[in-house]
């Protein structure tokens, strides 16, 4: 680093990496709003491009780092874009940043704080901010979730920047350098598009034009006005302080053109207000601008707004961290009130806090599901961390119809891409349907898992063909062709814009989907497309409620419902014992097949001493019991258990087995309350009475279910529940008793509670 002294004298000292790191000196990026971008050598820009792009990268001889920005065109102002997502790639992870401040790592979401690559990476919450530090390089990035993004650099990248926001050299003439590093671009368009990420669509993506066109002289008044836009640059404002540290000149014209964009929307003044206060906290110029009708920032359940809080709050992975040395600087946030901390984004008391991973200490907040291992885990109350098994099939039918049009068809695909990569590890396997006039399986069931290297590229493959949108005969040519694996979850996704083909009934799609629902399979619904043509009550409609429908910029929000709807588990202790026919009517391959279903439905619940307990008989003429309450410590002795269980045949004597079950159980019960449930199952009429038996059952507090296969008799299903019908279930054959093993324990899971 060099000074320049008096009577021309240059003064140099060799500085290092961590030297610079300890110095105040920053190159500051930053893109605001519809995005108004300064770059680092302070020229400025309003790209608006579509796409995702490289925002700021090191072009060093060994790249450091890159981010990269997803913009994407506002709702009833497709002319301009705003930073919908940012993307940090250092130390091979990608951090992801996204709407509403979700994090996501390599695609799978995480809660914050968190590190990663032995603490090289921190992220972290900075008031409003999502903030990333990349600790070895000295580089932060941060964003608010909704409109602004911002990039510091130490001096030692002096000169190795590229993106949108230049080169980082103290020369504005060459700042517009494309991605060749050798063109100079004549226009900021020009220059945008040339840092299009590598793996997006060129065509789909071309635009970036000049913006909304003039602003109606009656608007440009309104939004001129010194209690709008002139709030920034008024000398007697509430930013005056700011002036001579940060010309508010810029970001006067910025809001004006963003609010002229936006048709007078507040949220345009809202956004620029806090990319002008930001840009004077940078300088050393804190300003408290927010009032109770002046932008006020929401705050959530059991929090209130600080314009002046510690940017180090007490969490439950540290509870103690406002009392720790920490940075003076304070920051504007929705700080938790006393007696709460913080979990992710939420204020909470200590006794909700969620669960640390031992092996990795990573957190997890209360009720937070996550992937790992190939299985489906989530947090329980004192810090218990349970994982299960997880499958299910799952088909999404994208609408490619002319109502979508081509960007939107485009975004749809990378949204699929999102989702997949949200699911990694499972065991998914993934069908894809397109639809316009006509509908066509592009990639069918039982091909391709989650995990297929091939699905993403095949799913973004598929062409735009333009037409008409008929999605419910997608939806009907889902259910006629798709091959579901049977006892496996059954899912459907419909990207749409939710409006229906005017020659069709407009319930066209409601009959289809609720034909699907009544085959068992659940439906959720993707609104893409043109964002003023959305019709939420027909994606409703198809979804089967509203809590169904999703937006495309959702994060990995879909993927969590899916799997909390579809990776079936129980969590509830409870006490579990099986009554099963293992009579001469049974027969011995199907009595495989009950063996294989209490396995399936016991991987469900989580065995031990002191979680769910599981016991077995089996009766004919005779009783035999293959084990107790118990007897089993864990779910791979209790499985050895069953498979080693041989067929007896005999007669049928129901009523006696239920009984002869309830004297085993009396002494072994756990008392309220652990629910004790009974599972009946049956294949014929018994030859002795069930009545007697399942009253005693009642007296002792036993929740009986009767599963009846085959030769049932009705009646007598309900005698074995003591009437009540929603605990009888009626089957065909023994192919159906594998296909229901899913809706079996929904209803023996609700029965716990």
Known sequence: ???????????????????????????????????????????????????????????GDSSDFTVEVQHVPVPHRP???????????????????????????????????????????????????VHVRLVEYCVDIFYNGRHCVKVTVTPYYWGRMCGLCGNYNSDMTDDFMMSDLMTIAPNWNDFGHSWLVEDEDDEKCGGGGGGPGPC??????????????????????????????????????????????????IVGLCENLEAYADACKDADVAITWRTPTLCPLPCPPNSHYNPCASPCPATCQDPDAPNNPCITVCVECCECDPGYVMSGLHCVPLEECGCTDPDTGRYYELGETWVEDGKRCICRENNTIICKGCSFDIVFILDRSSSIGPYGMYIAQKYIAHIIKCLYGLDVDVGYIVFDCISKWLISLGLYNVDTTALIPEIKAAEFTGGESRAGHAIYHMMCTANYRNGIPSAAVVLTDGIAYKEYPSNLYEIQSDAARAMGIELYAVAVGRDPLFNFNGLANIAGGSDRVFDRYS??????????????????SSDLFFVLDGSGSVGPDNFETVKQFVVDVVSAFTISLTDTRVGVVQYSDFNTLACNLGDHPDEASFVTAINTMQYQGGGTATGDAMEYARVKLQAVWRPAPTPRIMIVLTDGKSGDDVVAAAQALAADGVTVYAIGVANFDTAELLEITNGNQDRVIEL???????????????????GTI
Not at 14 to 31: E, N, V, W
Not at 557 to 569: G, H, K, S, Y
Not at 732 to 750: F, G, Q, V, W
Request: proline share 5%.
């Open 79 to 129: 002319v301009v874009s705003v930073v919908r997502e940012v993307y940090v790639i250092a130390h091979r992870y990608e951090i992801g940043i996204h709407q509403g401040n979700d994090v996501t790592v390599n695609g799978g979401l995480y809660s914050v704080p968190f590190s990663l690559a032995m603490d090289k990476i921190e992220v972290r919450y900075s008031g409003i901010w």
């Open 1 to 59: 680093m060099c000074e320049c002294l008096a009577e021309d004298t240059i003064v140099c000292e060799g500085l290092t990496r961590t030297d610079l790191c300890a110095r105040p000196a920053r190159g500051i990026c930053r893109a605001c709003g519809d995005p108004h971008v300064t770059m680092f050598d302070g020229k400025r820009h309003h790209f608006q491009g579509p796409c995702r792009y490289t925002f700021a990268k090191d072009c």
């Open 732 to 750: 065909k054959d023994y192919t159906a008793l594998t296909a229901s093993i899913n809706s079996i324990i929904r209803a023996l899971c609700k």
């Open 216 to 265: 109606p002289p009656d608007l440009l008044a309104a939004v001129s006005a010194d209690d709008i836009c002139g709030l920034i640059s008024d000398p007697n404002g509430p930013f005056a302080a700011c002036h001579a540290a940060v010309k508010p000149r810029d970001f006067y014209n910025d809001c004006v053109f963003d609010m002229c964009a936006q048709n007078g929307d």
């Open 555 to 572: 994060c990995c929000a879909l993927a969590i419902r899916l799997m909390e709807d579809l990776c079936v588990a129980c969590d509830v």
